[in-house]
């Protein structure tokens, strides 16, 4: 009989706990939140200090059972779910079932908390076990009956007034306006035109660029040129004035230093792997998440990372020595900084206990445990790894030039900038990405020697046309940085807040950016207009942090919540009455019907947004949105130097259910079609046919499809991207590049009765051809 049952949440973790703490010890998992509020009206009751009606998770009856029957054999119970509101939450909900049960009786219950999964913080935590924290568990169950209130009193209201079957969050509908006021920002940019001059010189057999930063001794702005005719005028003056040679005037040099950036927390690990590997929030999560749990490496199985979910930057004295031990041995003693680096947590609610997401030994370096991980892990490790050995590692040293270079007696001023690295420091391991930058992380450009008073040879002017552009829209990285930066939500919701709003079908993922869909932007217009303090980004934040006062014993989470609830019920009553559906759907327009002169709307129906006249069904007058309203019907659009190759007619380009496609002029006579986006060649011959080659295509939902060129004499085809690689066991003349979230980025043969697969080592993107 097991003396002492420890809980944990998922089932990997329980294997390896239970190996370290031996055969007195039963380890089960709960696999995750054991109750839910009742799926239905009135299971937060505000009329009784917002009472909560709970039920077992269906799904987890029998893992319910297991734990009730296990507790009947057992002497003390150990609650060692996550070290988080939501571990703590697990843990509470636990106690009350087995407390109701009558099965815990006169046994000691322990809370246990640790933040890496290793013998030594394992058995240390058993060791001095402490009890439930009371006020994490009230924080989580505010934000669990908010988050219940909101959605089950706003959503009702948006069926009746929008469209049935959405809904709205509190924390996924601010999330939802930042992506919808992004794109109506870019939408109402006006682009300008702007020219730029660079001197394109030569010294020391190096040639580099400078570029005008003054002409006529008047200081150049970004919009002093504007067209190309004055460009050229100015470049014309320039040459002339310059005449073959440019004199340097000012040379200054400066040493700058260069900090290493604080370990991960949440955020900053789910905007690195964003940017760094293009991993999804939920990605990164689920990788970090299977590294922190356990892996086998060679028999052992050990937690690999800290845990995942954490605000704070601290790390402990022990990881932070071993770490400058490793430093000094690997990278030479110079490399290792007088005093530990100590990085400052920004967030108030992080607890000194907790640590930043690191390794759990830095002795364990990623190239020594690569083939016990798979492609995704071993990326997202060896991030952690040198993201955390770099943090405490010298800055970097970087040499800064600044180099002005004048011609008619200092009239006309050109600047070449450069920087070199003198000293690389914590850069010879890592540097920080940037978001939405063209440049690599770690470009620097060198400029060849030059000295003050001497002449530098002038090849020629370049002149360059420019257009501003619009703020890109938000990536994963972005958007997480910006939730981040409004306080929108937590790092650890960051990536269901993305996934839901996703999954709602209220934003689009193309290319690594968010595109709010056309209910996106209805929704987010009913909200910000009739619901305005509660998708306000300052209320939303302020919100989170008076449930992170509770949680931290400050504040009491019921009159919290009596606080949101009575204004927030009341504007639900009074806009149920006093808004109108078509208030919502409909957008007026300055336009005429052109068949009955009745106002015109944008309205929304079963296939987004489109044009129609206010007075349906007694006029039935529509048209896409963004058409021509000169007259109903649009002249098609010609594309220029192609013929129908079936009757030789203009080819145009038309809109049908799918988006856009190319077809014949003679329609219907001719049906000729070919899509807009002509398929990419992988120079891959066809295994099949052996004369086409494979070509990247697109499918009517979007989906990416790779067929033989030769179709429809050929229908070879595969889902995933194909390699010029004969199959080593089969031969079969090409393996496909396939990403599973199990296995990661795999070659794999796509012969059914082959069952060769082994790691893929490059970019599954680079494998896919251009987007």
């Known amino acids: 009989m097991s003396k002492h049952l420890v809980i944990v949440e998922s089932p990997a973790k329980a294997k390896t706990i239970e190996k370290y703490l031996g055969k007195d010890f039963h380890v089960l998992a709960s696999y995750g939140h054991v109750r839910d509020l009742v799926p239905k009206e009135g299971a937060v009751d505000p009329e009784h200090d917002f009472a909560m009606k709970y039920e077992v998770i269906e799904r987890n009856q029998k893992h319910v059972l297991a734990i009730s029957k296990a507790l009947k054999a057992a002497d003390t119970l150990y609650l060692a779910t996550d070290p988080d509101r939501e571990g703590e939450a697990i843990s509470w909900h636990l106690y009350e079932l087995l407390n109701d049960k009558k099965l815990l009786k006169d046994k000691p219950v322990h809370r246990v908390v640790f933040h890496e999964i290793t013998k030594k913080a394992v058995t240390e935590a058993i060791a001095h076990p402490g009890k439930l924290a009371t006020n994490l568990i009230n924080a989580q169950q505010a934000r669990r009956a908010l988050d219940y209130l909101v959605g089950f009193n706003l959503s009702p209201l948006l069926w009746k007034k929008i469209r049935r079957g959405l809904s709205a969050g509190r924390v996924q509908s601010p999330a939802l306006r930042l992506i919808v006021e992004r794109e109506l920002e870019i939408e109402a940019f006006k682009s300008r035109e702007y020219w730029t001059l660079n001197a394109a010189l030569t010294a020391d057999e190096q040639h580099f660029k400078a570029k005008l930063i003054q002409f006529g001794g008047e200081k150049i702005s970004q919009f002093s040129i504007t067209d190309q005719d004055r460009a050229e005028q100015v470049r014309q003056v320039l040459i002339e004035a310059a005449d073959g040679q440019l004199l340097v005037t000012k040379l200054e040099k400066k040493q700058q230093k260069r900090h290493p950036a604080p370990p991960f927390i949440t955020s900053t690990l789910q905007q690195e792997a964003a940017r760094k590997l293009g991993f999804t929030t939920k990605r990164t999560m689920m990788v970090a998440q299977q590294l922190y749990e356990g892996i086998d490496i060679g028999g052992d199985t050990e937690g690999l990372i800290t845990y995942m979910r954490t605000d704070s930057v601290n790390l402990s004295e022990d990881a932070v020595q071993d770490i400058r031990a490793l430093i000094a041995e690997n990278y030479g003693a110079d490399n290792v900084p007088p005093e530990p680096r100590l990085f400052k947590t920004k967030s108030k609610n992080a607890q000194e206990a907790h640590e930043a997401i690191r390794p759990t030994s830095s002795r364990r370096l990623p190239a020594s445990i690569k083939n016990y991980l798979?492609?995704?892990?071993?990326?997202?490790?060896?991030?952690?790894?040198?993201?955390?050995?770099?943090?405490?590692?010298?800055?970097?040293?970087?040499?800064?030039?600044?180099?002005?270079?004048?011609?008619?007696?200092?009239?006309?001023?050109?600047?070449?900038?450069?920087?070199?690295?003198?000293?690389?420091?914590?850069?010879?391991?890592?540097?920080?990405?940037?978001?939405?930058?063209?440049?690599?992380?770690?470009?620097?450009?060198?400029?060849?020697?030059?000295?003050?008073?001497?002449?530098?040879?002038?090849?020629?002017?370049?002149?360059?046309?420019?257009?501003?552009?619009?703020?890109?829209?938000?990536?994963?990285?972005?958007?997480?940085?910006?939730?981040?930066?409004?306080?929108?939500?937590?790092?650890?919701?960051?990536?269901?807040?993305?996934?839901?709003?996703?999954?709602?079908?209220?934003?689009?993922?193309?290319?690594?950016?968010?595109?709010?869909?056309?209910?996106?932007?209805?929704?987010?217009?009913?909200?910000?207009?009739?619901?305005?303090?509660?998708?306000?980004?300052?209320?939303?934040?302020?919100?989170?942090?008076?449930?992170?006062?509770?949680?931290?014993?400050?504040?009491?989470?019921?009159?919290?919540?009596?606080?949101?609830?009575?204004?927030?019920?009341?504007?639900?009553?009074?806009?149920?009455?006093?808004?109108?559906?078509?208030?919502?759907?409909?957008?007026?327009?300055?336009?005429?019907?052109?068949?009955?002169?009745?106002?015109?709307?944008?309205?929304?129906?079963?296939?987004?947004?489109?044009?129609?006249?206010?007075?349906?069904?007694?006029?039935?007058?529509?048209?896409?949105?963004?058409?021509?309203?000169?007259?109903?019907?649009?002249?098609?659009?010609?594309?220029?130097?192609?013929?129908?190759?079936?009757?030789?007619?203009?080819?145009?380009?038309?809109?049908?259910?799918?988006?856009?496609?190319?077809?014949?002029?003679?329609?219907?006579?001719?049906?000729?079609?070919?899509?807009?986006?002509?398929?990419?060649?992988?120079?891959?011959?066809?295994?099949?046919?052996?004369?086409?080659?494979?070509?990247?295509?697109?499918?009517?939902?979007?989906?990416?499809?790779?067929?033989?060129?030769?179709?429809?004499?050929?229908?070879?085809?595969?889902?995933?991207?194909?390699?010029?690689?004969?199959?080593?066991?089969?031969?079969?003349?090409?393996?496909?590049?396939?990403?599973?979230?199990?296995?990661?980025?795999?070659?794999?043969?796509?012969?059914?009765?082959?069952?060769?697969?082994?790691?893929?080592?490059?970019?599954?993107?680079?494998?896919?051809?251009?987007?």
Request: proline share 7%; net charge negative.
């Open 374 to 771: 798979n492609a995704e892990q071993f990326k997202l490790y060896e991030l952690i790894w040198k993201r955390t050995i770099a943090c405490q590692m010298i800055h970097a040293t970087l040499n800064r030039i600044a180099v002005d270079l004048s011609c008619a007696a200092g009239q006309h001023v050109f600047r070449a900038t450069g920087s070199s690295i003198a000293i690389p420091g914590f850069m010879t391991v890592y540097l920080e990405g940037k978001d939405d930058s063209n440049e690599g992380d770690d470009k620097e450009s060198f400029l060849p020697t030059m000295q003050e008073g001497r002449p530098v040879p002038l090849n020629d002017v370049i002149a360059d046309q420019h257009f501003t552009e619009p703020p890109p829209r938000y990536g994963e990285a972005s958007l997480v940085k910006s939730l981040e930066e409004y306080g929108i939500g937590r790092p650890s919701t960051y990536s269901t807040i993305i996934s839901t709003l996703q999954n709602r079908e209220y934003v689009t993922l193309d290319t690594k950016r968010f595109y709010p869909t056309d209910v996106g932007r209805i929704v987010n217009r009913f909200l910000t207009e009739h619901f305005t303090k509660y998708v306000d980004y300052d209320f939303t934040a302020n919100l989170e942090d008076e449930l992170d006062a509770v949680s931290r014993g400050e504040k009491d989470w019921i009159p919290l919540m009596r606080a949101f609830w009575q204004p927030f019920t009341s504007l639900i009553t009074e806009k149920e009455g006093s808004v109108q559906r078509k208030d919502i759907t409909q957008e007026a327009i300055d336009e005429k019907c052109p068949d009955c002169a009745s106002p015109l709307s944008i309205r929304l129906g079963r296939n987004g947004r489109f044009i129609g006249c206010t007075q349906y069904p007694e006029c039935s007058y529509t048209r896409n949105l963004g058409d021509d309203g000169d007259s109903t019907e649009k002249a098609a659009e010609v594309v220029e130097g192609r013929v129908c190759p079936e009757c030789a007619s203009p080819l145009v380009l038309k809109a049908g259910k799918y988006g856009k496609f190319i077809g014949c002029s003679g329609y219907p006579k001719c049906r000729h079609i070919e899509p807009l986006e002509k398929p990419l060649d992988t120079h891959v011959e066809c295994p099949q046919c052996k004369t086409g080659s494979l070509l990247k295509r697109k499918s009517r939902n979007g989906k990416v499809f790779y067929s033989c060129s030769g179709y429809p004499k050929c229908s070879y085809a595969l889902w995933n991207a194909p390699l010029k690689e004969s199959c080593p066991t089969c031969e079969w003349p090409i393996l496909t590049v396939k990403v599973t979230k199990r296995n990661g980025a795999e070659k794999v043969c796509p012969q059914k009765d082959c069952k060769y697969a082994t790691p893929y080592e490059g970019d599954p993107a680079d494998a896919e051809g251009p987007k």
